[in-house]
């Protein structure tokens, strides 16, 4: 047998593969946190109450701009109801964990996302038609500005406390919850406009759905990961 001082022989010419790390500066040191995590009862608690200001918000804005006379028809009543039950509906798949605590998945969100605008338009071409004469802009910038004041404080509160919340998809979960959000404005434009013309109707009601994905997309890639 070799002796183990053989064995050992050459050991030293061997590079050390770990070399060019002891130039390296020392990592920064990790700081906690500037805000504790919120458990999942208060996080739900804020969400819950952000919809429901978001909801008085809307309402507050249309009764500063009035109702439509004709709000109780059904033509006008029905999709009023439907859309709010695809929002709430829409919210909760969103925002609830299913089973085993798994968010909603891609496919899911996208179908959300299209959602929102097909059911307006839908409940749009269903009742809405021509109108006996041309609109002037100012009624469609006028619609137009109401509906996206509407919808403001609803995108910017579901900013507010769903930033850090997405584990997965952080882009498509905030387009799904604008696009809910814009949907809801468009619930109080339509209750308060009574201008029936399809053209007025999906352009200058339906601007805040359009808008409040967009907006909501690029929330949650920026702030929205958890």
């Given amino acids: 047998m070799k002796d183990d001082r053989d064995l050992l022989e050459g050991l030293e010419d061997i590079p050390d593969p770990a070399v060019h790390l002891a130039g390296r500066p020392p990592p920064l040191p990790m700081e906690a946190p500037a805000e504790p995590s919120l458990t999942r009862p208060a996080r739900e608690r804020r969400v819950v109450s952000a919809i429901l200001a978001g909801i008085a918000w809307v309402l507050l804005l249309t009764w500063i701009a009035g109702f439509r006379a004709d709000i109780g ?116 434009i339509e209750a308060h406009c009574a201008y029936d013309d399809l053209l007025h109707v999906t352009f200058a009601h339906g601007l805040p759905i359009a808008a409040g994905a967009l907006l909501g997309a690029a929330a949650g890639a920026l702030r929205g990961r958890a």
């Fill in 73 to 188: 028809a059904p033509r006008v009543a029905i999709p009023l109801v439907l859309w709010a039950l695809l929002s709430g509906l829409g919210l909760r798949l969103a925002l609830t964990p299913r089973a085993r605590g798994l968010p909603a998945g891609v496919r899911a969100l996208r179908a959300l996302v299209a959602a929102a605008p097909v059911g307006f338009l839908a409940a749009a071409v269903a009742t809405s038609g021509p109108s006996g004469g041309a609109l002037s802009m100012a009624s469609h910038l006028r619609c137009s500005a109401i509906a996206l004041g509407m919808a403001l404080l609803p995108l910017a509160l579901a900013a507010l406390v769903l930033r850090r919340s997405f584990v997965s998809a952080p882009a498509w979960r905030g387009a799904a919850v604008g696009a809910l959000c814009g949907l809801g404005a468009v619930i109080g």
